[in-house]
């Protein structure tokens, strides 16, 4: 009986979850589920296929690039590519560029475009929505349509070859990011804004402290398309930016070919420099992409 006692209970193994039992018994489903993973792995192969040939031409000299056949692996490396792009062709100071730049576009967005959505969102006057529209309808207007009209402006006020063409703009919002912060700022509740003012909050207080507070999640969204955005934009940059101080990355990047020649095992190391800070913020950022999309969807 002592033995009894002093013996250790025997531990019952845990039954197999229901999924697991079904997938056993059913060998369709393991196959569904093998041939689906199988797929999925070669559409990600395809999908990272360009990013290894980029990566791959920009490790090569002149004569591997273009040798016949095609070698995946170059002999030798040539990492002297990056050091020289980022030296010899003083990289860095386009990267700057487009940093400042990226990040005065999410800062100033995030706070005009949010106070814009704000109007919309908690002020009833009339013509609201139909103006409403009218921003919307901005969106599917191309910048092209406007450029000869503006570079005319600039051109009449001196901002031609500096950067305020590209700044002054952004204070006043962006139409897609008044669309995202209208549409989050419609799901918090009114009760919110009446708690505030009874404690003595004017319309600035409320959104500044009540309202972007609550915000994070399309405060990220906005943050990442816009710092996305400003740092591929080519367009604006290559109108209104003449000099070479003034050159942003994608202009950076147009240095490297030209009617005379060209140096693409240099162009690949470049573009794959520029591609590093995009890669990143998207993988910090990426389920919050996703949320944006959710944002939309809203009301």
Same mark, same amino acid.
């Given at each position: 009986m002592q033995? @009894?006692? %002093? &013996?250790?209970?025997?531990? $019952?193994p845990a039954p197999p979850a229901r999924s697991t039992l079904k997938r056993r018994r059913n060998p369709r489903a393991r196959w569904e589920l093998t041939a689906r993973i199988a797929a999925l792995s070669l559409f990600c192969l395809l999908l990272l296929f360009p990013f290894v040939w980029l990566v791959s031409q920009s490790l090569k000299d002149t004569n591997q690039y273009f040798a016949v056949p #095609? %070698? !995946?692996?170059p002999s030798p490396f040539r990492w002297e590519n990056f050091t020289d792009v980022i030296f010899k062709y003083e990289f860095l100071h386009y990267? *700057?560029? =487009?940093?400042?730049l990226a990040v005065y576009a999410v800062v100033v967005n995030i706070l005009s475009s949010s106070f814009v959505a704000y *109007? #919309? =969102?908690r002020f009833r006057f009339p013509g609201r929505n139909a103006l409403f529209m009218v921003v919307l309808a901005t969106m599917m207007l191309p910048g092209q349509v406007m450029t000869i009209s503006l570079y005319r402006f600039y051109r009449e006020i001196g901002w031609i070859d500096t950067f305020y063409p590209l700044l002054i703009p952004k204070l006043f919002g962006a139409a897609f990011e008044i669309f995202l912060f209208r549409q989050f700022f419609l799901s918090l509740p009114r009760e919110v804004d009446e708690a505030a003012r009874i404690d003595g909050?004017? $319309?600035? &207080? $409320? !959104?500044w402290h009540i309202i972007l507070p609550q915000s994070k999640p399309v405060i990220i969204? @906005?943050?990442?398309f816009t710092f996305l955005g400003s740092w591929r934009e080519l367009f604006g940059p290559l109108i209104y930016l003449t000099g070479e101080e003034n050159r942003t990355l994608p202009l950076g990047l147009l240095y490297f070919t030209s009617p005379f020649g060209s140096s693409l095992p240099m162009l690949m190391a470049a573009i794959v420099i520029s591609l590093i800070p995009p890669v990143v913020l998207y993988a910090l950022g990426q389920k919050y992409i996703d949320k944006g999309v959710a944002i939309a969807e809203i009301k």
């Amino acid at each position: 009986m002592q033995d @009894v006692l %002093e &013996r250790p209970a025997a531990t $019952t193994p845990a039954p197999p979850a229901r999924s697991t039992l079904k997938r056993r018994r059913n060998p369709r489903a393991r196959w569904e589920l093998t041939a689906r993973i199988a797929a999925l792995s070669l559409f990600c192969l395809l999908l990272l296929f360009p990013f290894v040939w980029l990566v791959s031409q920009s490790l090569k000299d002149t004569n591997q690039y273009f040798a016949v056949p #095609f %070698e !995946w692996i170059p002999s030798p490396f040539r990492w002297e590519n990056f050091t020289d792009v980022i030296f010899k062709y003083e990289f860095l100071h386009y990267i *700057g560029n =487009s940093l400042w730049l990226a990040v005065y576009a999410v800062v100033v967005n995030i706070l005009s475009s949010s106070f814009v959505a704000y *109007g #919309f =969102s908690r002020f009833r006057f009339p013509g609201r929505n139909a103006l409403f529209m009218v921003v919307l309808a901005t969106m599917m207007l191309p910048g092209q349509v406007m450029t000869i009209s503006l570079y005319r402006f600039y051109r009449e006020i001196g901002w031609i070859d500096t950067f305020y063409p590209l700044l002054i703009p952004k204070l006043f919002g962006a139409a897609f990011e008044i669309f995202l912060f209208r549409q989050f700022f419609l799901s918090l509740p009114r009760e919110v804004d009446e708690a505030a003012r009874i404690d003595g909050c004017g $319309t600035l &207080r $409320t !959104w500044w402290h009540i309202i972007l507070p609550q915000s994070k999640p399309v405060i990220i969204v @906005v943050a990442v398309f816009t710092f996305l955005g400003s740092w591929r934009e080519l367009f604006g940059p290559l109108i209104y930016l003449t000099g070479e101080e003034n050159r942003t990355l994608p202009l950076g990047l147009l240095y490297f070919t030209s009617p005379f020649g060209s140096s693409l095992p240099m162009l690949m190391a470049a573009i794959v420099i520029s591609l590093i800070p995009p890669v990143v913020l998207y993988a910090l950022g990426q389920k919050y992409i996703d949320k944006g999309v959710a944002i939309a969807e809203i009301k």
